[in-house]
């Protein structure tokens, strides 16, 4: 039997955003949520003290999988600094199978997701990087 990802979990700064991002580029569903992530709960799991976070998920077509998005209300997120590079701790990576790629380039475009660097591959290999809204 080979082992398969079941979750996969964002820290986000503006949820309502991410979720929208995330539903808008890559035509994931919405799949409920919970404000109830809080008290030695939360502070157990994520290792902060009185942790409050709001969670809500996504699905995408394989089963038992989902993307979760965190907001904490508390404590407060940092931003990355502006001079935050891909080489320093923090660096993080998932690839994402579209069935359409020219159509996902061009809702990333509407949705102001600059590339980084150009895309590469032969046709039915692209990929391209991007950053999502955090």
């Not at 976070?53 to 508390?74: A, G, K, P, S």
């Not at 502006?82 to 380039?105: E, K, Q, S, T």
Request: proline residues 6%; aromatic residues 12%.
């Amino acid at each position: 039997m080979s082992q398969r990802l079941s979750q996969i979990a964002f820290s986000v700064s503006d949820l309502r955003r991410s979720h929208q991002w995330y539903q808008d580029l890559f035509g994931f569903t919405p799949a409920g949520g919970t404000e109830s992530f809080k008290g030695k709960a939360c502070s157990t799991v994520q290792g902060i003290p009185g942790a409050r976070t709001t969670c809500w998920w996504l699905l995408d077509t394989q089963e038992q999988f989902q993307i979760e998005l965190f907001e904490y209300d508390r404590p407060l997120s940092r931003p990355l600094p502006d001079d935050w590079r891909m080489c320093d701790i923090g660096y993080n990576l998932v690839g994402i199978h579209v069935p359409d790629f020219d159509a996902a380039l061009q809702r990333a475009e509407r949705l102001g997701a600059n590339l980084y660097g150009d895309v590469v591959g032969q046709p039915g290999q692209r990929r391209a990087c991007l950053r999502d809204p955090d």
